[in-house]
């Protein structure tokens, strides 16, 4: 059903400090409660995820240890007409022929990117879906940066973007997108990405 080299159906957010105490030190972050956000295509998947918190809802990321206190659903924004976006985690476009360091990912600097980026879109939707369908997609990048990704326990790293933009798309294709996410490796919480107001 999907590429397990570049995408999965579903992707999550990094976390993000959520109390009204948090701080911004030089070593990191404090907050007493964070959140990430998960989305998925296929409504199972969430199911799973649910049932899996409510019988042990606590879990360890390296030494620290969390425990789930609640679960929200969002509403699928608006889009019936053209999006501003932002990535809640950053993102990785594959293009082995359009790569110049070897590593496959390319970056908005890239004079293919945009192009590359509307391609993966289709692309995945097509698979999904098992179709052919071809859309008309305007994307517009404004601003990004540049993060390292680590893509294996080798310590691989993949060059990913935060990126803000807009994008004029029709909704069943923005809507596929806001579940499954943009990009590769989608799996490892990479791609996620939000409206902005």
Known sequence: MHDKKEWTPYTMSLFFPTSDEKRFEK?????????????ALDKSIIRVLRGSFAMDPEFKINEAKYEIVSLDEQDIPDFSSPINFKTRSPLIILSPEHSEDGKDAIGPENDYYEDVFIEKMQK??????????????????KDYERKGVRVSKKGFALPAYEL??????????????????????TALGLGCWDVVK
């Open 164 to 185: 803000e933009g807009r994008l004029d798309a029709p909704q069943e294709l923005l809507e596929f997108c806001y579940l499954g996410g943009f990009g590769a490796k």
């Open 124 to 141: 995945f939707y097509n698979m999904y879906h098992e179709t052919d369908k071809e859309f008309k997609v305007d994307l517009e990048i």
């Open 27 to 39: 070593d990191g972050i404090y907050s007493s409660t964070w959140s990430f956000i998960f989305r």
